[in-house]
């Protein structure tokens, strides 16, 4: 698992407005499993940020077509999304 720098958390996360508000669209307040890549957690602190991939299943809801999976990385905090960048994934 990878680790990164607040500075770069930050920068592509946090502070990503678009990311900011796909966490709200399509997660509000569930807290989901994610498949994690990578993490932030400060030496001084007992928590930290998990960096991870979801797929969304499309209900016709939140600008997904019925039947189709949007995937998305993901920053969590205490278990909610706070922050999700959309992901494009190859398939074969």
């Known amino acids: 698992m990878n680790t990164i720098s607040y500075k770069d958390l930050k920068e592509y996360y946090l502070n990503n407005e678009q990311a900011k508000e796909n ?5 509000r307040e569930i ?6 890549t990578g993490f932030y957690s400060a030496p001084s602190w007992n ?8 797929g969304v299943n499309g209900t016709g809801e939140n600008g997904i077509q019925s039947g189709t999976v ?4 993901v920053v969590t905090q205490f278990g ?7 992901a494009y994934l190859p398939t074969v």
Request: net charge positive.
């Open 23 to 27: 966490a709200k669209k399509y997660f």
């Open 47 to 54: 928590w930290g940020y998990q960096i991870g991939i979801i």
């Open 31 to 36: 807290q989901p499993s994610i498949y994690s």
């Open 70 to 73: 949007k995937y998305f990385e």
């Open 80 to 86: 909610q999304v706070k922050s999700a960048r959309e």
